[in-house]
């Protein structure tokens, strides 16, 4: 397995990124305020509009390194698309699998199982951390819900019905979400996913570390020779890491949901760190963004037991094993794709 | 692993201050610079390897010096830092 590197956030709007030998340099009006080789890092994430040298993405492509661009609130806008690696054919075989409704529609249960059964352990480890203390009926509930639909998905033959299927389980997941956020109750609340601007600072903290996700599974379909751009759940559309979300849906719970329930109940963040603009929507406050991003690098360098793998990994290279494991598949070296499932 | 690369290189001579100043150069690519002639390089034995190769092939064995200090995998017990000079941890969390 890999090793895993850093990841650079940049934050301050008034950063430049040059290129200095081997090195990357961030500069804030003409003044260095941060040099690193190069090679410590396998991404870089820059959030608002900010410069880079030609130069300095020129040796980010050719290392390797992912680069993405965010807004300010955290929406992904532009990733740096490198000369694709690795082989054409694998390429060729996604294509033609996800030209395939029925192909599709496998691999896109398998992506859904995946999510639904990691959502379910996020609601199971609570009811069974909680369970004395609240109310925990409806939560019980959803939990059933996911176990049957996982069953439902995996004899699901059309892409509309897994669609569905997870369009439902998602709505039902975050219906009971609200008893999962335990503390800081009048500012954290949970009334049902919103995004595009998020409404509300739970769906403002899911949306970033998202984004933030959908930064690592990108990053790494493209280290093992996959498109991110074709997916077989999320299907075309220009612009859209297809895939790359296609593959993030099993993370989301396990990587995403749970951090951001963390955050929140051991008071982490707070209600103050957050800004509701005249939009309705909601954005951090920098301070707050700096504290997430420093859980989630914590949070990736913790090591877990891979379930197929049977390997010890840090957390931050799960992404990378999955899409190692779909690359297999579609080149026929294992029968079906192994979805990441959180036990 | 973690490499601390000390130099001693003969600036009486001004080969020698481009010997200096190429030394420098290459440490800077491969690691942070943590006082002026001692870099903390965090890599892989391959580009060690490479780097050594480097290193040695621009001084002069006769008057300068280079020293290797292998740290391993778990470096961040083995220092200790005092004073002023910021260094930042290349696995920790890097936000700018």
Redesign the interface.
């Known amino acids: 397995m890999r090793?895993l590197l850093?990841?650079?956030?940049?934050?301050?709007p008034e950063?430049y990124l040059a290129k200095d030998?081997?090195?990357l340099v961030?500069r804030v009006q003409d003044k260095e305020?941060?040099?690193?080789?190069i090679?410590?890092?396998e991404g870089i994430v820059t959030f608002g509009y900010m410069g880079a040298s030609p130069a300095l993405l020129g040796m980010c492509i050719e290392k390797g390194v992912a680069v993405s661009f965010l807004t300010r609130s955290g929406r992904h806008q532009a990733t740096l698309h490198g000369i694709p690696k690795g082989n054409v054919l694998l390429r060729r075989k996604q294509y033609r699998l996800a030209d395939s409704e029925e192909d599709s529609a496998k691999l896109a249960s398998m992506f859904v199982i995946g999510k639904l059964a990691n959502c379910r352990t996020v609601l199971r480890r609570f009811m069974s951390d909680y369970g004395a203390k609240v109310q925990i009926e409806e939560v019980d509930l959803v939990c059933k819900l996911m176990a049957q639909n996982v069953i439902r998905l995996s004899n699901e033959p059309s892409l509309d019905k897994v669609r569905g299927i997870e369009g439902e389980s998602a709505r039902k997941y975050f219906s009971v979400f609200d008893n999962l956020i335990t503390c800081q109750k009048p500012e954290f609340y949970m009334r049902g996913r919103n995004r595009r601007p998020p409404l509300d600072n739970v769906n403002a903290l899911l949306s970033f570390l998202y984004s933030l996700l959908l930064h690592e599974t990108r990053a790494a379909l493209q280290t093992v020779g996959l498109d991110p751009y074709v997916g077989f759940l999320h299907r075309d559309r220009p612009g859209r890491a297809g895939l790359a979300l296609d593959l993030m849906e099993e993370f989301r719970p396990y990587m995403a949901d749970r951090l951001a329930l963390s955050l929140i109940n051991r008071r982490q963040v707070t209600g103050d760190g957050f800004i509701q603009k005249e939009s309705g929507g909601v954005i951090m406050k920098d301070t707050v963004r700096?504290v997430v991003?420093?859980a989630w690098?914590?949070r990736k360098?913790e090591e877990i037991t891979h379930p197929f793998l049977e390997e010890k990994i840090p957390v931050g290279l799960l992404p990378y094993a999955q899409a190692l494991l779909l690359a297999r598949h579609l080149r026929g070296d294992i029968d079906g794709y192994p979805p990441f499932v959180w036990k | 692993m973690m490499v601390l690369i000390t130099y001693d290189v003969n600036i009486t001579t001004e080969a020698g201050k481009k010997r200096l100043r190429h030394v420098a150069?290459q440490c800077?690519?491969?690691?942070?610079r943590v006082q002026n002639s001692v870099f903390e390089?965090?890599l892989?034995p391959a580009?060690f390897v490479a780097l050594r190769n480097k290193l040695e092939a621009i001084i002069d064995k006769e008057s300068d010096s280079l020293r290797y200090y292998f740290l391993g995998r778990n470096w961040r017990r083995r220092i200790e830092h005092a004073g002023s000079n910021r260094v930042?941890d290349?696995?920790?969390?890097?936000?700018?």
């Open positions: 090793r850093n990841v650079l956030y940049v934050t301050n950063s030998g081997e090195n961030v305020v941060f040099r690193t080789p090679h410590y890092l700096k991003i420093d690098q914590k360098r | 150069k800077v690519n491969y690691g942070q390089c965090l892989e580009q930042f290349p696995e920790g969390t890097m936000i700018v």
